[in-house]
C-alpha cells in the first residue's frame, strides 16, 4: 500500500500513466485470484479515466470491462451485463466492428448472458465474436480459441453436450498448439470437457481430466486461485455421484475454504458450496443435521 501510494504521489502530474500501470497491476491481482483487491483497484482506474479520457475512450472502455469480467464471476451478472453493454457501444463507436476490443465485449456480454440463463442471446453473441476474431486475428490465435470454448459452454448449459464436446475440442487443439500443455487456458480447455463428461455420466473420465486441469492450475496459477478452487469442486462433484462421499466432502470443504478467502462468505460460489456439503452431510450421516458452517 506504502509503495502504491508512493506511486501516486510520483506521478501526480501524470495521472494517465498512473492509471495504466494501476490498470496493469489489478489485471495482475486478478490472474493471481485475489478478486476483492483488483475490483478495488479497477474501481480506482475507472473514475481516472472518467475524469481524464471521458467516458467515449477505449481506454475507459477497457477498465469498466475488465471490472464487469469480475462481476460476472462473483455472481452480479446484471451489473456485468450493463457494463459489458456500454464498453461493447464504446469499442464499436471509437474502434469498429471488426477490432478485437469489440468482440472481447462482445464475448464476455455473451458469458453474462448465459449466466442468466438467457443461452440463445449468449450462442448468438458468441457466434458473432467467432466472426469478428476471424477477421481481425484470424483462426489460429488464442482470442479466437477463447471464442469456441466460450461457445461451447452455452451450448453445454443448453443441454447440448455434442455440440459442447465439438467445439470445446477445437479450443482445446488451437490452446495446446499455441500456448502447450501447461498453460491455464489449455487447464480451462480440459476443465470444461471434464464438466461434459461428467453431465454424460462418464464419472470416471470426469475425474480423470479433472485431475489432469487441477495439476496444470497447481503448476501455472496456484493453489490459491479460482481455477483451482473449481476444479476440487468438480471433483468433489464427480466423487459424490459415484459414491465416494467422504472423498467428495474433503474436495468441497477444500474449494469452500479457497471461495470464502477469494470471493467472501457471501458470494454466490461460496454459499452453493456450503449447500453441497450441507447436503453431503446428511447422505453420509442421514440421523445427523448437520449445522452450515464457514471455518
Same mark, same amino acid.
Given at each position: 500500500?506504502?509503495?502504491?501510494?508512493?506511486?501516486?504521489?510520483?506521478?501526480?502530474?501524470?495521472?494517465?500513466?498512473?492509471?495504466?500501470?494501476?490498470?496493469?497491476?489489478? +489485471?495482475?491481482?486478478?490472474?493471481? #485470484?485475489?478478486? =476483492?483487491?483488483?475490483?478495488?483497484?479497477?474501481?480506482?482506474?475507472?473514475?481516472?479515466?472518467?475524469?481524464? !479520457? #471521458?467516458?467515449?475512450?477505449?481506454?475507459?472502455?477497457?477498465?469498466?470491462?475488465?471490472?464487469?469480467?469480475?462481476?460476472?464471476?462473483?455472481?452480479?451478472?446484471?451489473?456485468?451485463?450493463?457494463?459489458?453493454?456500454?464498453?461493447?457501444?464504446?469499442?464499436?463507436?471509437?474502434?469498429?466492428?471488426?477490432?478485437?476490443?469489440?468482440? $472481447?465485449?462482445?464475448?464476455?456480454?455473451? %458469458?453474462?448472458?448465459?449466466? !442468466?440463463?438467457?443461452? $440463445?442471446?449468449?450462442?448468438?453473441?458468441?457466434?458473432?465474436?467467432?466472426?469478428?476474431?476471424?477477421?481481425?486475428?484470424?483462426?489460429?490465435?488464442?482470442?479466437?480459441?477463447?471464442?469456441?470454448?466460450?461457445?461451447?459452454?452455452?451450448?453445454?448449459?443448453?443441454?447440448?453436450?455434442?455440440? &459442447?464436446?465439438?467445439?470445446?475440442? =477445437? &479450443?482445446?487443439?488451437?490452446?495446446?498448439?499455441?500456448? #502447450?500443455?501447461?498453460?491455464?487456458? %489449455?487447464? @480451462?480447455?480440459?476443465?470444461?470437457?471434464? $464438466?461434459?463428461?461428467?453431465?454424460?455420466?462418464?464419472?470416471?473420465?470426469?475425474?480423470?481430466?479433472?485431475?489432469?486441469?487441477?495439476?496444470?492450475?497447481?503448476? %501455472?496459477?496456484?493453489?490459491?486461485?479460482?481455477?483451482?478452487?473449481?476444479?476440487?469442486?468438480?471433483?468433489?462433484?464427480?466423487? %459424490?455421484?459415484?459414491?465416494?462421499?467422504?472423498?467428495?466432502?474433503?474436495?468441497?470443504?477444500?474449494?469452500?475454504? @479457497?471461495?470464502?478467502?477469494?470471493?467472501?462468505?457471501?458470494?454466490?460460489? +461460496?454459499?452453493?458450496?456450503?449447500?453441497?456439503?450441507?447436503?453431503?452431510?446428511?447422505?453420509?450421516?442421514?440421523?445427523?443435521? =448437520?449445522?452450515? +458452517?464457514?471455518?
Amino acid at each position: 500500500e506504502k509503495n502504491l501510494d508512493d506511486l501516486k504521489n510520483a506521478l501526480a502530474n501524470n495521472e494517465n500513466l498512473y492509471a495504466s500501470l494501476l490498470n496493469n497491476l489489478a +489485471t495482475i491481482y486478478y490472474y493471481r #485470484g485475489e478478486i =476483492q483487491r483488483s475490483k478495488e483497484m479497477y474501481e480506482q482506474v475507472i473514475e481516472l479515466r472518467r475524469k481524464n !479520457l #471521458g467516458e467515449n475512450h477505449r481506454r475507459y472502455a477497457d477498465a469498466i470491462d475488465n471490472l464487469a469480467v469480475i462481476y460476472n464471476d462473483t455472481g452480479w451478472f446484471e451489473e456485468a451485463v450493463e457494463l459489458h453493454k456500454k464498453a461493447a457501444s464504446i469499442y464499436l463507436n471509437v474502434l469498429g466492428e471488426n477490432h478485437v476490443h469489440y468482440a $472481447d465485449a462482445l464475448n464476455n456480454l455473451a %458469458t453474462s448472458y448465459q449466466n !442468466l440463463g438467457r443461452h $440463445d442471446e449468449a450462442i448468438e453473441l458468441h457466434s458473432e465474436a467467432m466472426n469478428v476474431f476471424i477477421k481481425s486475428v484470424g483462426e489460429d490465435h488464442p482470442r479466437y480459441a477463447t471464442a469456441i470454448s466460450n461457445l461451447a459452454r452455452a451450448h453445454f448449459i443448453k443441454g447440448e453436450n455434442d455440440l &459442447a464436446l465439438k467445439y470445446n475440442r =477445437q &479450443a482445446y487443439e488451437i490452446r495446446l498448439k499455441l500456448l #502447450g500443455e501447461n498453460h491455464p487456458q %489449455t487447464g @480451462l480447455s480440459i476443465s470444461y470437457m471434464a $464438466d461434459i463428461y461428467q453431465s454424460m455420466n462418464d464419472h470416471e473420465k470426469a475425474i480423470e481430466l479433472n485431475n489432469d486441469a487441477l495439476e496444470i492450475f497447481k503448476n %501455472t496459477v496456484g493453489e490459491k486461485h479460482f481455477h483451482y478452487a473449481n476444479s476440487l469442486k468438480s471433483l468433489a462433484e464427480c466423487y %459424490t455421484a459415484i459414491g465416494s462421499l467422504d472423498k467428495a466432502m474433503e474436495y468441497f470443504k477444500h474449494a469452500k475454504a @479457497l471461495y470464502i478467502q477469494i470471493y467472501g462468505k457471501e458470494s454466490e460460489i +461460496t454459499i452453493e458450496t456450503l449447500d453441497q456439503i450441507e447436503s453431503l452431510s446428511k447422505l453420509i450421516n442421514p440421523s445427523t443435521i =448437520q449445522n452450515r +458452517t464457514t471455518d
